[in-house]
């Protein structure tokens, strides 16, 4: 795999194996003045006849082929770190660290709970500061509270506000049981005599 945009790379594919350059040697001093001599007589062809018959003078000389792998190469870099390494960084942070929401048996023992589990086990918040008005309640007594976060299995924390305590407390008020994803069913055994104000409403989900 390489990127078609940076043709000079072949990362991500592979590490990009440039030539080493050096200074130039007394051996290559002559390739050089022809070369140079070629380059000013504007004689292109008998300048790349030198590097030719010389290939070691590329080792020596800064030309635009040098600096274009150069500068595809960090921009592969960039490109593949910009795509692809946060998503690795946190893919073997999880497993280093063996977050799994769905341990079972001795996998219990060697892995934690992401923060949203976490959140899920103390009591998440899904509602507050809800009111319940005399007329919402049903003719079979029942005030129905939907909230598409609310699944079947979870359980359901309540906190009354401060003034309707008393009065929920008199109406005898209570969750039933298999409300349904989605739905928190109150039932009172009588009719609140005022405004209920629900504080908060948790799930707890295992």
């Known amino acids: 795999m390489a990127y078609e945009e940076y043709p000079h790379s072949q990362f991500p594919g592979a590490i990009d194996n440039f030539d080493n350059m050096q200074d130039i040697s007394a051996s290559l001093v002559d390739a050089m003045v022809s070369y140079q001599t070629a380059i000013s007589n504007k004689d292109f062809t008998a300048a790349a006849e030198v590097i030719s018959n010389n290939p070691d003078l590329l080792k020596v000389l800064i030309n635009?082929?040098?600096?274009?792998?150069?500068?595809d190469a960090i921009k592969a870099v960039e490109k593949y770190y910009?795509?692809?390494?946060e998503d690795m960084i946190t893919t073997i942070s999880q497993n280093t660290i063996g977050i799994n929401d769905t341990?079972?048996?001795n996998d219990k023992k060697t892995n934690a709970y992401s923060a949203e589990k976490t959140e899920f086990l103390s009591g998440i918040v899904i509602a507050s500061n809800i009111k319940i008005p005399v007329s919402a309640w049903g003719s079979n007594l029942t005030y129905v509270y939907s909230n598409s976060s609310i699944l079947a299995n979870d359980r359901v924390e309540v906190d009354f506000a401060s003034a309707s305590i008393i009065i929920a407390s008199?109406?005898?008020i209570y969750i039933q049981d298999d409300s349904g994803a989605g739905n928190i069913t109150f039932k009172v055994n009588k009719l609140p005599k005022?405004?209920?104000t629900?504080?908060?409403i948790r799930l707890v989900r295992n």
Do not use: F
């Not at 635009?64 to 500068?71: C, E, F, K, M, V």
């Not at 910009?82 to 390494?85: Q, S, T």
């Open 64 to 71: 635009a082929d040098r600096i274009n792998s150069i500068q």
């Open 198 to 200: 629900i504080k908060e």
């Open 170 to 172: 008199k109406a005898l």
């Open 82 to 85: 910009l795509e692809n390494v």
């Open 194 to 196: 005022a405004e209920l």
């Open 103 to 105: 341990a079972t048996g």
